[in-house]
């Protein structure tokens, strides 16, 4: 089986080879089964597979279990004796114990090698879906995004995207004749988000240096491929998060890998553990962007495998696109779940030997009902299969051989250390510097000038020399100090205190006849 993945033992007595054809591995598939039915173990035989034969593999670690991949399994292990038993069940002759070549990645950069996108490279529509903006709030971030670009403006972090949303509502009267209304109301409600993100340790996936893909699909001296492990334990804490970043690396491998066609194995393969969280409350916008992603990675050699409980988990659209299929134990408590439950068996093509549903019901732990593509990509019949050993560790490594992996890893000291070049904040701050800097020269200027200017600069005295043209009469010459009195006089007894005291006078006269 050189050109196929060994799964594990199907058919009578679990004596048939079951196999994943390299070939058709780039056409996606599923693993799923109710909490304790071994979809782990199934994830970490599938990347021991992929990995032997020279295919990177990236998957996220929620647990920790996967860590193991990282290193061998030894016979001291309480479950040698099954596992051998195993083995020889399915006729895995050539069983041993052995490490894959692993990297350790962390979001958070605690247990692995710090892992980081920018703003950029994450765009306003998979931004808006983790931000879980509204319609108007999510144009005001495209409009963000597009002044960016126009003013050559990079956004790296989160504090470059904060900063430009601030110059944003600044400008808003002035932007919103040029691209509709721009509110302050949601410009505020947006920035809300951001730090709410931002408490969620956001500010650690966004900046540089950014992730390059290149690291992801590297192979080791003996030709195996490498395996990349997300560890998520912590991430899961926000799966808005979780479900954005794995959703953006699928579209950066979309946008970035040339067209390969029909590889004889795939360039990389990628496990979406806890699936469900993607599609949770999605937009159909966001949903219709990962049907998409599925339907045309393939080309680009990516084979992406959706890890979740229930298949009922993915929409009917994506779940179309996943050819090879491991269904574990489903549990049928309720109306729902029998319903459930039907609907996945309905999805295989019948095995004359079993009942699909049943079976599904019935598989014990290690054991999974089965669907490969075969020649020209046919489904392959529903079969039982009792999943193979893994050559690896099963469970966790201990901290201190984390580190020590760590330590020893190619990737040691590429992503260690933030870089903050000048971009958004730092321009927008050098502009309001500026502008305050000339604000203060123009203060200085007006305080330096005479008292006989700065009246003239506020409009409050005129004088010939400051005024070229008066519009106001001069006064008459020879005009002497009694003609002004009389003059004052008449004005005010012709004004409504003038007339308070004419009536008085005359009310006093006549009152006294």
């Not at 001291?76 to 399915?90: D, Q, S, V």
Request: proline share 4%; charged share 25%.
């Amino acid at each position: 089986m050189n050109d196929h993945i060994f799964i594990g033992g199907g058919g009578v007595d679990y004596a048939e080879k079951q196999g994943l054809t390299l070939k058709y591995a780039n056409r996606h598939g599923l693993i799923a089964g109710a909490t304790g039915t071994g979809k782990t173990v199934t994830l970490q035989i599938l990347a021991e597979g992929f990995s032997n034969a020279g295919v990177p593999v990236f998957l996220s670690d929620v647990k920790g279990d996967l860590s193991g991949l990282a290193k061998s399994g030894t016979a001291a292990h309480k479950l040698h004796g099954p596992f051998t038993e195993r083995a020889e069940k399915i006729g895995f002759s050539d069983y041993s114990y052995h490490a894959c070549p692993v990297t350790f990645w962390d979001m958070f950069g605690a247990q692995g090698h710090p892992v980081r996108t920018t703003v950029s490279e994450m765009g306003p529509l998979l931004l808006a879906q983790l931000l879980e903006l509204t319609e108007a709030q999510e144009g005001i971030l495209n409009i963000a995004f597009r002044l960016a670009d126009e003013e050559g403006m990079p956004l790296l972090d989160l504090k470059d995207l904060q900063a430009l949303l601030v110059w944003v509502g600044e400008n808003a009267k002035d932007l919103s004749l040029r691209y509709g209304n721009v509110s302050t109301q949601s410009i505020g409600a947006i920035q809300r988000r951001l730090l709410v993100l931002e408490n969620q340790g956001a500010s650690q996936l966004f900046g540089e240096p950014a992730l390059e893909l290149s690291d992801l699909m590297r192979t080791d001296a003996a030709g195996k491929g490498m395996v990349n492990i997300l560890a998520s334990d912590r991430l899961m804490g926000a799966p808005k998060l979780y479900a954005t970043f794995l959703l953006w690396l699928l579209s950066e491998l979309f946008e970035e890998l040339p067209e390969v066609g029909d590889p004889d194995k795939p360039k990389l393969v990628f496990f979406f553990d806890e699936a469900h969280l993607l599609f949770e409350d999605a937009p159909k916008a966001l949903v219709d962007k990962v049907e998409q992603v599925a339907r045309l990675i393939r080309s680009k050699g990516v084979g992406v495998y959706f890890i979740t409980q229930n298949p009922a988990d993915v929409p009917e659209d994506i779940l179309g696109q996943l050819g090879n299929r491991f269904q574990h134990a489903l549990r049928a408590f309720t109306a729902k779940d029998r319903k459930e439950l039907r609907m996945a068996a309905e999805t295989y093509r019948e095995n004359p030997r079993f009942e699909t549903e049943e079976a599904i019901r019935e598989v014990g732990v290690g054991e999974a009902v089965t669907s490969m593509l075969q020649k020209k990509g046919v489904p392959g019949i529903v079969e039982r299969t009792l999943i193979r050993p893994p050559s690896s560790q099963l469970g966790p490594v201990t901290d201190a051989e984390r580190k020590a992996h760590l330590a020893a890893s190619d990737m040691a000291g590429k992503y260690d250390q933030t870089l903050d070049r000048t971009s958004a904040f730092e321009m927008l701050k050098a502009r309001a510097d500026a502008a305050a800097q000339e604000a203060e020269v123009a203060e200085t200027k007006a305080e330096e000038a005479t008292p006989m200017l700065r009246e003239f600069n506020a409009a409050r005295r005129y004088s010939a020399k400051g005024v070229t043209r008066s519009t106001s009469r001069p006064a008459r010459r020879g005009a002497s100090f009694g003609e002004a009195m009389t003059k004052m006089v008449v004005k005010e007894l012709t004004g409504t205190t003038g007339r308070r005291m004419v009536r008085g006078i005359l009310g006093g006269l006549f009152k006294g006849r």
